[in-house]
């Protein structure tokens, strides 16, 4: 293998990693620029995702896309209720507060997954038609990373319309920049806040499905990767869509990168980056100024 296919390869599987960071981290951004709130826990919505979709298609024979539909659409509901019934009552609260109350909730989704599915790693098996290589400009990639790539791209040009060229987008951007005045000119915060929260449980929720056999599924995923989910959202920059999506692919590059030329520095490097782009850029890679 030549230097170039070394390269491509890299940066390819870094990108299918970045969108699976993305999907499931930009909910995790706007909720907590819109919120304030430090949802630690944003990691089991994913898991929940991934769990769904493996159950639905490994069990009970269900087509891949119904899985992914089936996983986005109940990890969204379970996301309301949650924001309705837990979340809500601690808006306002210390961030001591909020982080007792996420770490609780992620040992007790870890409990119940292991008493439902048991303690060992859930596999993803990708149906046939999404098995295989595709052979692009002379290199060779596995067909469901290329798909991955693809349907990730929808979904994310589907969102950046929803969030920037609809009403329901307008007044989070609006509660975003100053709640008082959007609830001074009649936006139901508290409404809108449940509709924000289970959409970005839903991305999450999906970006579990489609990143499951990426993101292994298994009981210890909320603690596993919540570092990886917090790391996009604090180096893209609270409350933007853009900023998360920059940070997410270049920590899926550099951790590949990372993984394929240095294993034995495990998780290192992409901290000592994290480190030096918020010490020259506190704020982010974009600033909070709209969502």
Same mark, same amino acid.
């Given at each position: 293998?030549?230097?170039?296919?070394?390269? /491509?390869?890299?940066?390819?599987?870094?990108?299918?990693?970045?969108?699976?960071?993305?999907?499931? +981290?930009?909910?995790?951004?706007?909720?907590?620029?819109?919120?304030?709130?430090?949802?630690?826990?944003?990691?089991?919505?994913?898991?929940?995702?991934?769990?769904?979709?493996?159950? $639905?298609?490994?069990?009970?024979?269900?087509?891949?896309?119904?899985?992914?539909?089936?996983?986005?659409?109940?990890?969204?509901?379970?996301?309301?209720?949650?924001?309705?019934?837990?979340?809500?009552?601690?808006?306002?609260?210390?961030?001591?507060?909020?982080?007792?109350?996420?770490?609780?909730?992620?040992? /007790?989704?870890?409990?119940?997954?292991?008493?439902?599915?048991?303690?060992?790693?859930?596999?993803?098996?990708?149906?046939?038609?999404?098995?295989?290589?595709?052979?692009?400009?002379?290199?060779?990639?596995?067909?469901?990373?290329?798909?991955?790539?693809?349907?990730?791209?929808?979904?994310?040009?589907?969102?950046?319309?929803?969030?920037?060229?609809?009403?329901?987008?307008?007044?989070?951007?609006?509660?975003?920049?100053?709640?008082?005045?959007?609830? +001074?000119?009649?936006?139901?915060?508290?409404?809108?806040?449940?509709?924000?929260?289970?959409?970005?449980?839903?991305?999450?929720?999906?970006?579990?499905?489609?990143?499951?056999?990426?993101?292994?599924?298994?009981?210890?995923?909320?603690?596993?990767?919540?570092?990886?989910?917090?790391?996009?959202?604090?180096?893209?920059?609270?409350?933007?869509?853009?900023?998360?999506?920059?940070?997410?692919?270049? $920590?899926?590059?550099?951790?590949?990168?990372?993984?394929?030329?240095?294993?034995?520095?495990?998780?290192?490097?992409?901290?000592?980056?994290?480190?030096?782009?918020?010490?020259?850029?506190?704020?982010? $890679?974009?600033?909070?100024?709209?969502?």
């Amino acid at each position: 293998m030549n230097d170039w296919s070394v390269l /491509v390869g890299i940066a390819f599987l870094g990108v299918a990693y970045g969108m699976v960071l993305y999907l499931i +981290s930009v909910g995790l951004s706007v909720t907590m620029g819109l919120m304030g709130f430090v949802n630690l826990a944003h990691g089991v919505f994913a898991m929940a995702g991934g769990y769904v979709t493996v159950t $639905l298609m490994n069990r009970y024979g269900v087509p891949y896309f119904a899985s992914l539909a089936a996983a986005a659409i109940v990890v969204a509901a379970l996301g309301f209720v949650l924001e309705r019934t837990l979340y809500r009552r601690l808006y306002g609260t210390s961030d001591f507060d909020q982080v007792l109350f996420s770490i609780g909730l992620i040992y /007790v989704s870890i409990a119940v997954v292991q008493h439902f599915w048991g303690p060992l790693t859930q596999p993803m098996r990708a149906p046939a038609y999404l098995k295989g290589i595709i052979t692009l400009g002379g290199f060779e990639f596995p067909t469901y990373r290329v798909f991955l790539i693809g349907f990730s791209i929808v979904v994310i040009a589907a969102l950046w319309l929803t969030l920037e060229r609809s009403r329901f987008g307008a007044q989070i951007r609006a509660a975003v920049d100053n709640r008082r005045m959007a609830q +001074s000119l009649g936006v139901n915060t508290g409404r809108l806040f449940a509709q924000t929260f289970a959409l970005g449980s839903g991305l999450a929720g999906l970006g579990g499905g489609l990143g499951a056999d990426i993101l292994v599924t298994s009981p210890g995923y909320p603690l596993q990767y919540i570092l990886y989910f917090m790391i996009v959202v604090i180096l893209g920059g609270l409350g933007t869509i853009r900023g998360p999506f920059l940070a997410a692919l270049l $920590l899926g590059i550099a951790d590949t990168a990372c993984r394929y030329f240095w294993p034995q520095m495990g998780a290192v490097f992409i901290f000592i980056l994290v480190f030096f782009i918020l010490f020259f850029r506190p704020q982010g $890679l974009m600033r909070r100024a709209r969502a």
